[in-house]
């Protein structure tokens, strides 16, 4: 069984109100990029991934005059995809939904929000985030997906999909600005991973198989604003130092060999020449049941995977589709 995360940049602009395909010329939300073109990326972008579910990040919006799941079923019949069902949880007002494509014969997949220790994801979290005795009130802008998952073969899994708050100072105007800014995001981003952590270290005490992924925007050692808070949102999550753990090995290579190279699953232009920034921001974590099983992780990086370089249509359309790349999991499940 294949399960991927894949953070696809603005995937919304690619379909009208009624969740049709806008495979024309006009130009989409990427840069120098149009519709079709863009379409047609991610149709043999995930094609070649053959996944039997992929929880899509930045999913297309739903609201009343918007059906995301329909557009999802539309993108997938119209190219072809085995993964042609779509379930999506708590909306949300960004555009960006958090949603699971998967393929009917091999999955049953409902949206399951359990009542554990934590609040659920709808809800919201007191916290006392800068230590001053006053606990404030944390909210998911995007709240992550919770699924029960049933194999063909009768297995369970539990699937908590992420989109956790960019740290990104926007709006701001000057250094002090970016400052202030960005250790607020900062720590609401950690404040969501707590809540997050929270609620895995449940369901791992439950005995439940469970996976969590997606985009994180963070990563262990990635910014100077780690070293201000002790850690990264990743190693809360994954349960870095504590009995019940969460393992992926990116993460793992990373924090055992800090100074090497490390792996990426996203590419930005930034400013002010337009150069190239790569991040390990994506990841699927899997509790030490699944991680047992000895399965196999892949960033489908074209400039890191030798197989997907050497594949020009496959390297383009990876390129062409999104500013991240997907990470998948190959599991005996």
Not at 210 to 228: A, T
Request: aromatic residues 8%; hydrophobic residues 45%.
């Amino acid at each position: 069984m294949r399960i991927a995360t894949y953070n696809v940049e603005w995937f919304a602009s690619l379909f009208d109100d009624a969740g049709h395909l806008l495979e024309d010329d006009d130009w989409s939300a990427r840069r120098d990029v149009t519709r079709r073109d863009q379409l047609n990326a991610l149709g043999a972008v995930f094609g070649a991934l053959d996944a039997d579910a992929v929880m899509v990040v930045e999913a297309p919006d739903s609201h009343a005059r918007r059906d995301g799941v329909a557009a999802l079923r539309n993108f997938a019949a119209h190219f072809g995809l085995r993964a042609r069902e779509a379930v999506m949880g708590y909306v949300n007002q960004t555009q960006q939904e958090i949603a699971l494509l998967y393929d009917p014969d091999a999955l049953e997949v409902r949206h399951d929000p359990l009542d554990l220790g934590a609040p659920r994801f709808d809800k919201q979290l007191r916290i006392d985030l800068d230590i001053d005795s006053a606990p404030e009130t944390v909210r998911f802008s995007k709240p992550p997906l919770e699924l029960a998952v049933t194999t063909r073969a009768g297995n369970r899994l539990r699937l908590i999909g992420v989109h956790v708050k960019s740290k990104a100072p926007h709006g701001a105007r000057s250094a002090a600005e970016i400052l202030r800014i960005s250790i607020a995001n900062r720590r609401k981003q950690l404040a969501q991973c707590i809540w997050l952590r929270r609620r895995v270290e449940a369901q791992l005490a439950r005995g439940d198989s469970l996976i969590v992924l997606g985009d994180f925007n963070d990563g262990p050692g990635l910014d100077e604003y780690e070293k201000l808070f002790g850690r990264s949102g990743v190693e809360i999550v994954l349960g870095i130092g504590e009995e019940l753990q969460l393992h992926d090995p990116h993460a793992a290579a990373i924090l055992s060999r800090p100074t090497l190279a490390r792996p990426s699953s996203a590419r930005f232009r930034v400013p002010p020449d337009g150069r190239f920034l790569a991040a390990m921001l994506d990841y699927v974590m899997v509790s030490p049941d699944l991680a047992a099983r000895y399965p196999a992780w892949r960033i489908w990086h074209p400039f890191e995977d030798p197989a997907l370089f050497a594949d020009p249509d496959l390297r383009h359309a990876l390129l062409t589709a999104s500013d991240h790349f997907p990470v998948s999991l190959d599991l005996d499940a």
